[in-house]
């Protein structure tokens, strides 16, 4: 259950939608909804309401140089968007 949540995803969006109790987060691709609300429900001390899952594939990226063509891919990814109950909030950046 530690290994679930990855980060958080702050994004301009994601920020507007934390005043509304909804928080974003990177999540393990083998996680399922009810793995996620337990982790973050263990790991904030909230009561979470609902989760959204996501999948993302890796996109492939192509780099021109003098030397030639290199051709990458970004790694997949599983967000998930959660609902928090009525009240509260989770402060990401009270331990640092």
């Known amino acids: 259950m530690i290994g679930i949540i ?7 969006k994601s920020t507007q939608l934390q005043d509304k109790g ?10 399922n ?3 996620i609300a337990r ?3 263990k790991k904030f001390n909230v009561t979470v309401e609902n989760v959204r ?8 990226k192509t780099q021109l140089t003098r030397r030639g063509r290199f051709t990458g ?7 998930a968007v959660v609902t928090l109950k009525t009240g509260e909030k989770i402060d990401f950046f009270e331990n640092i």
């Open 6 to 12: 990855y980060r958080p995803i702050v994004t301009e």
């Open 22 to 31: 909804i928080y974003a987060f990177e999540v393990d691709p083998t996680a």
């Open 33 to 35: 909804k009810i793995e």
């Open 39 to 41: 982790a973050i429900q």
């Open 53 to 60: 899952t996501m999948n993302y594939k890796g996109k492939t």
């Open 73 to 79: 891919k970004t790694s997949h990814f599983k967000k």
